[in-house]
């Protein structure tokens, strides 16, 4: 599997809001389940949120409210918003792809992941 990039990280004040991207060119992210993760210094990786195959949407209970998983099939691109951004929120935050989803925060067969792009929250 091609590897995802993310991009649309940056530094905000808290209140703020950041547009995150995920894709790769060509790739269909509506075959897969999509899932946004986190991780920040010294802390282990956290599942953000999901959106499976059939468009339905799952979120970590830290998140819910302020943050939106959607995917637009014809740019090919898994967004993540994030809205009333705090401190609590910066981490690197990457992609990956699955060949399902299985509930909240549960994903079967991994194909590929990102780099991450950094948010930084103050």
């Known amino acids: 599997h091609v590897q995802l990039v993310e991009s649309g990280g940056g530094s905000v004040q808290a209140g703020g809001s950041l547009r995150l991207s995920c894709g790769a060119p060509?790739?269909?992210?509506?075959?897969?389940?999509m899932g946004w993760f986190r991780q920040a210094p010294g802390k282990e990786r956290e599942g953000v949120a999901s959106?499976?195959?059939?468009?339905?949407?799952s979120y970590a209970d830290s998140v819910k409210g302020r943050f939106t998983i959607s995917g637009d099939n014809a740019k090919n691109t898994v967004y993540l918003q994030t809205n009333s951004l705090k401190s609590e929120d910066t981490a690197l935050y990457f992609c990956?792809?699955?060949?399902?989803?299985?509930?909240?925060?549960?994903?079967?067969?991994?194909?590929?992941w990102g780099q991450g792009t950094q948010v930084t929250v103050s």
């Open positions: 990956a792809s699955y060949s399902d989803c299985c509930g909240e925060d549960c994903y079967l067969d991994f194909l590929s």
């Open positions: 060509g790739y269909t992210y509506s075959r897969y389940c």
């Open positions: 959106i499976d195959r059939g468009g339905v949407t």
